[in-house]
């Protein structure tokens, strides 16, 4: 009698659970909702990939690479994390916090000037630094002269090495830090700094106990995305002679030929990442954190003097010079060499390839997020929102393991279709989706989706509101709706994401090395691969048209973190 009770009671509260979050009628299997649980199987496809692959038969290759290369691997992907993680977190929470915080010569220019390193690509700065420091480079040049000349010999060596390529990714990677940190210490209320020095702390006492712990969540996420960026990079460590995760797979895929220890060292690599996304979620806890009422006065900057003043102008300047103006400076003096050779009918056809490989990622990527949110918004359902979550980890997976993860079953896919033809019409058509760009926009998609849902997403909130939910109260069907109210009300936002989609698949190197079809370059393959044959001077001008494009939205979000300081004013 007490079993029926208690299976009763179980199926009544299964019964509430059910009726309380399944969608009412006939929105329980709406074509939106079937077209986007379409959509995010098809990006979770590479992950299923790799894990199905993981368990399958291991192969010879693949015991020979972990009995010899695979702990050099995590070593060097361990080492490159921490140390590029250290130095990004430094030269980020120090700049953000001077910036904010003092008034000191410069501040205004430092203010978007320390966002620019984010437009250098990480390959672009290594091979650039490589050849500044070369011994016949203007740096050596430099030093010699007030050096022995066997003091500097070893420079480009020194360089050469994973500690070099470390300096070489922070210098690009820190504005991940910097700009969501400042954006965290814009927020803080100026009330809550300044009754801890009525307290009697010091600044730097308040800035570590009170004002960095209140801007944590912010550093950790910059600090997350610079590590997921370090387990992405191939360029950098290839040019380097460093071995990771990544050139592991390159080896293992095209040197070898082996798609079974590929797929291997792709799970490794992932299994690597998820550990970095559970201990950033274990760090939050059930921690909050509350920077006070809107109508708390903002941070007050207080005017340095004497030498602090110049030490922060020194300590803003050197990651500004080092990771932009300089490598930029020697690219700018390279392209102006080589420009009457390198600007030909090739160079029209590499710039045609990668904007439009990257006009059409970013519109398919864009009208997927769209996709996704507006149907979240129709269908607020555990199963859509989880699955709206799920759709969004591809930017935190490896370029290169998204790419083995789609060539295994494009390639099955491949096969299949080929036989079918051939058998019915006897032609063979060849290699239908992994030989042309298919694939590639494919996987530009599934990396970079969660770019463009983001903003999409707080675009619906902060524009829309309940005027979607009014038009179709008024009779109006989800489509009309969508674009009759939404989109031109989300125009900005949505070529703001556009934006963002558009920079980034221009400069992915490794998911674009791997899927690229038979002679199809872009800038950013093109650029690397002269950099590889020692034609650094050639590479300059594809380099800087990359590095231009991407400035775009570095001015933009130097001119939305204005506003924020603004509006906090």
């Given at each position: 009698?007490?079993?029926?009770?208690?299976?009763?009671?179980?199926?009544?509260?299964?019964?509430?659970?059910?009726?309380?979050?399944?969608?009412?009628?006939?929105?329980?299997?709406?074509?939106?909702?079937?077209?986007t649980l379409i959509a995010v199987a098809l990006v979770l496809l590479p992950l299923v990939s790799i894990f199905v692959g993981v368990f399958a038969e291991s192969s010879d290759t693949w015991d020979h690479l972990a009995s010899t290369v695979l702990w050099d691997y995590l070593r060097n992907s361990a080492l490159l994390v921490v140390g590029v993680g250290g130095l990004a977190l430094v030269l980020g929470v120090a700049t953000?916090?001077?910036?904010?915080?003092?008034?000191?010569?410069?501040?205004?220019?430092?203010?978007?000037?320390?966002?620019?390193?984010?437009?250098?690509?990480?390959?672009?700065?290594?091979?650039?630094?490589?050849?500044?420091?070369?011994?016949?480079?203007?740096?050596?040049?430099?030093?010699?002269?007030?050096?022995?000349?066997?003091?500097?010999?070893?420079?480009?060596?020194?360089?050469?090495?994973?500690?070099?390529?470390?300096?070489?990714?922070?210098?690009?990677?820190?504005?991940?830090?910097?700009?969501?940190?400042?954006?965290?210490?814009?927020?803080?209320?100026?009330?809550?700094?300044?009754?801890?020095?009525?307290?009697?702390?010091?600044?730097?006492?308040?800035?570590?106990?009170?004002?960095?712990?209140?801007?944590?969540?912010?550093?950790?996420?910059?600090?997350?995305?610079?590590?997921?960026?370090?387990?992405?990079?191939?360029?950098?460590?290839?040019?380097?002679?460093?071995?990771?995760?990544?050139?592991?797979?390159?080896?293992?895929?095209?040197?070898?030929?082996?798609?079974?220890?590929?797929?291997?060292?792709?799970?490794?690599?992932?299994?690597?990442?998820?550990?970095?996304?559970?201990?950033?979620?274990?760090?939050?806890?059930?921690?909050?954190?509350?920077?006070?009422?809107?109508?708390?006065?903002?941070?007050?900057?207080?005017?340095?003097?004497?030498?602090?003043?110049?030490?922060?102008?020194?300590?803003?300047?050197?990651?500004?010079?080092?990771?932009?103006?300089?490598?930029?400076?020697?690219?700018?003096?390279?392209?102006?060499?080589?420009?009457?050779?390198?600007?030909?009918?090739?160079?029209?056809?590499?710039?045609?390839?990668?904007?439009?490989?990257?006009?059409?990622?970013?519109?398919?990527?864009?009208?997927?997020?769209?996709?996704?949110?507006?149907?979240?918004?129709?269908?607020?359902?555990?199963?859509?929102?989880?699955?709206?979550?799920?759709?969004?980890?591809?930017?935190?997976?490896?370029?290169?393991?998204?790419?083995?993860?789609?060539?295994?079953?494009?390639?099955?896919?491949?096969?299949?279709?080929?036989?079918?033809?051939?058998?019915?019409?006897?032609?063979?058509?060849?290699?239908?989706?992994?030989?042309?760009?298919?694939?590639?926009?494919?996987?530009?998609?599934?990396?970079?989706?969660?770019?463009?849902?983001?903003?999409?997403?707080?675009?619906?909130?902060?524009?829309?509101?309940?005027?979607?939910?009014?038009?179709?109260?008024?009779?109006?069907?989800?489509?009309?709706?969508?674009?009759?109210?939404?989109?031109?009300?989300?125009?900005?936002?949505?070529?703001?994401?556009?934006?963002?989609?558009?920079?980034?698949?221009?400069?992915?190197?490794?998911?674009?090395?791997?899927?690229?079809?038979?002679?199809?370059?872009?800038?950013?393959?093109?650029?690397?691969?002269?950099?590889?044959?020692?034609?650094?001077?050639?590479?300059?001008?594809?380099?800087?048209?990359?590095?231009?494009?991407?400035?775009?939205?570095?001015?933009?979000?130097?001119?939305?973190?204005?506003?924020?300081?603004?509006?906090?004013?």
């Amino acid at each position: 009698m007490a079993v029926a009770t208690a299976v009763a009671r179980l199926g009544r509260r299964v019964q509430h659970t059910w009726d309380r979050y399944r969608p009412r009628g006939r929105q329980l299997f709406t074509p939106w909702t079937v077209a986007t649980l379409i959509a995010v199987a098809l990006v979770l496809l590479p992950l299923v990939s790799i894990f199905v692959g993981v368990f399958a038969e291991s192969s010879d290759t693949w015991d020979h690479l972990a009995s010899t290369v695979l702990w050099d691997y995590l070593r060097n992907s361990a080492l490159l994390v921490v140390g590029v993680g250290g130095l990004a977190l430094v030269l980020g929470v120090a700049t953000a916090w001077l910036v904010t915080t003092c008034e000191f010569p410069g501040r205004r220019v430092f203010g978007w000037a320390l966002i620019l390193p984010l437009s250098v690509p990480t390959y672009i700065m290594a091979y650039t630094y490589a050849e500044l420091m070369a011994h016949s480079g203007p740096i050596q040049g430099a030093l010699q002269t007030v050096l022995d000349p066997a003091t500097t010999a070893g420079l480009r060596s020194a360089l050469m090495s994973l500690p070099g390529a470390g300096v070489m990714m922070a210098l690009v990677l820190y504005p991940y830090v910097y700009l969501i940190t400042r954006t965290s210490f814009l927020k803080q209320s100026g009330g809550i700094l300044e009754t801890s020095q009525i307290l009697g702390k010091s600044p730097w006492s308040t800035f570590f106990r009170v004002a960095l712990p209140m801007a944590r969540p912010g550093v950790v996420a910059g600090v997350t995305l610079v590590l997921m960026e370090v387990l992405n990079e191939y360029g950098a460590v290839t040019y380097f002679g460093v071995s990771t995760f990544t050139t592991g797979i390159f080896r293992a895929w095209f040197s070898l030929g082996d798609a079974p220890a590929a797929i291997r060292l792709s799970g490794c690599l992932l299994l690597f990442v998820f550990v970095l996304i559970l201990l950033e979620r274990a760090q939050r806890g059930r921690a909050r954190f509350d920077d006070g009422p809107r109508s708390h006065r903002p941070v007050v900057r207080f005017e340095l003097e004497g030498w602090r003043r110049w030490a922060a102008f020194g300590t803003c300047a050197l990651p500004v010079f080092f990771g932009f103006l300089l490598p930029v400076a020697q690219l700018g003096s390279w392209a102006f060499q080589v420009a009457p050779e390198v600007l030909d009918r090739r160079f029209l056809v590499l710039a045609a390839n990668s904007f439009g490989l990257a006009i059409v990622a970013a519109l398919i990527t864009v009208a997927v997020g769209l996709l996704i949110v507006y149907s979240v918004r129709l269908s607020p359902t555990p199963l859509l929102k989880l699955s709206a979550r799920a759709s969004s980890l591809g930017y935190s997976i490896p370029g290169a393991v998204i790419a083995v993860g789609i060539l295994v079953p494009f390639i099955w896919l491949d096969r299949q279709i080929s036989g079918l033809l051939q058998a019915t019409t006897g032609l063979s058509p060849g290699l239908i989706l992994t030989g042309t760009v298919t694939a590639l926009i494919f996987a530009y998609v599934v990396r970079f989706l969660a770019v463009s849902l983001n903003p999409v997403e707080s675009g619906f909130e902060r524009t829309c509101g309940s005027l979607d939910e009014t038009s179709r109260s008024l009779g109006a069907p989800p489509l009309k709706t969508l674009v009759k109210v939404d989109i031109p009300l989300l125009r900005g936002t949505l070529i703001s994401a556009g934006l963002l989609v558009f920079v980034d698949v221009l400069k992915e190197l490794p998911l674009t090395l791997i899927l690229r079809p038979f002679d199809f370059d872009t800038l950013a393959t093109r650029a690397f691969q002269l950099a590889m044959d020692e034609q650094v001077a050639r590479s300059a001008l594809p380099a800087l048209l990359i590095i231009a494009t991407g400035m775009l939205p570095v001015i933009g979000l130097s001119r939305l973190i204005s506003l924020i300081g603004r509006k906090r004013i």
